[in-house]
């Protein structure tokens, strides 16, 4: 099994980002998909869900109405849009698909 993430850069507040997050190795569809982020000197957070069946979706309150995940089953690829971004939503972004997770893309907001 392996977990890829992509999309992360250096943006200016109030700017959008799309990660993405690529799985191989089992069938995408039955598992839940995640996306996790972790600052420096704190506890990985987790940040939203979103099922591989029904492609029913959760998140955390910080990130409500600014950030969407979505998934592609055809190309087992789970993808987080983020939008309206904020200093505090700088952080080490991990994929995680079925208990697998993935190495991280870097997401850096600042002035």
């Known amino acids: 099994v392996q977990v890829v993430e992509s999309g992360g850069d250096f943006v200016q507040p109030g700017g959008s980002l799309r990660l993405s997050c690529t799985a191989s190795g089992f069938t995408f569809s039955s598992y839940v998909m995640s996306w996790y982020r972790q600052a420096p000197g704190k506890e990985r957070e987790w940040v939203a869900h979103i099922t591989g069946y029904h492609g029913n979706t959760n998140y955390v309150d910080s990130v409500k109405g600014r950030f969407t995940i979505s998934r592609d089953i055809s190309k087992n690829s789970v993808y987080l849009q983020m939008n309206s971004l904020k200093p505090e939503d700088t952080a080490m972004y991990y994929c995680?698909?079925?208990?697998?997770w993935g190495q991280g893309t870097q997401v850096t907001v600042s002035s």
């Open positions: 995680n698909c079925g208990g697998y």
